[in-house]
């Protein structure tokens, strides 16, 4: 990584990496983000807390678009995350219950092992809140959901890195 990635990423001055470089006792550190990919640490750095996954299950309130949506659900999907918080967050009563149910499907989608839910949605509801058709996916109807992963969308993300 170099010294302006460092200075964006860790939001400290040039002049002060430099500083760490020269100083013997910081020196190990400034080797240590010297070797770091900058892409990983930027992901790393998303990650620290479930803000992202809670914007994915509760949708409605943070996209306006399918495409942005999908962009960021594949790319979660491929980070190589835990599924386990998404098992957690299906028990979370604090999210809606379709988020909850997203939340389910994920995990099963993820570990190819079924969750039970303590509740039915009253209403379905797409993986995207303005999905409305039903896809068939049977997995995502198990849920209570309309539609699920566009899995030939999903592949063609897999091979390309885009969607």
Known sequence: MTQVQMSKLLGISIRTLQTWKD????ENLYV???????????NLL?????????ALLENQEYFTSYRDFEAEL???LTSGES?????QMAKDS???KGARARSAYLYSFLTKKPMKL??????????YHERTQDSGDGLA?????????????FNQYKMTGSN
């Open 23 to 26: 100083k013997k006792n910081r």
């Open 32 to 42: 240590l983000l010297e070797r770091l990919d900058y892409h990983v640490v930027q």
């Open 46 to 54: 998303i990650q620290k807390d479930n803000q992202h996954l809670i």
């Open 74 to 76: 594949f790319k979660y």
């Open 83 to 87: 599924a386990d918080i998404l098992k």
């Open 94 to 96: 604090h999210l809606s």
């Open 118 to 127: 303590s509740f039915t949605l009253k209403k379905r509801v797409g993986l």
């Open 141 to 153: 109807r198990y849920y209570g959901l309309l539609s699920g992963v566009d899995m030939q969308r």
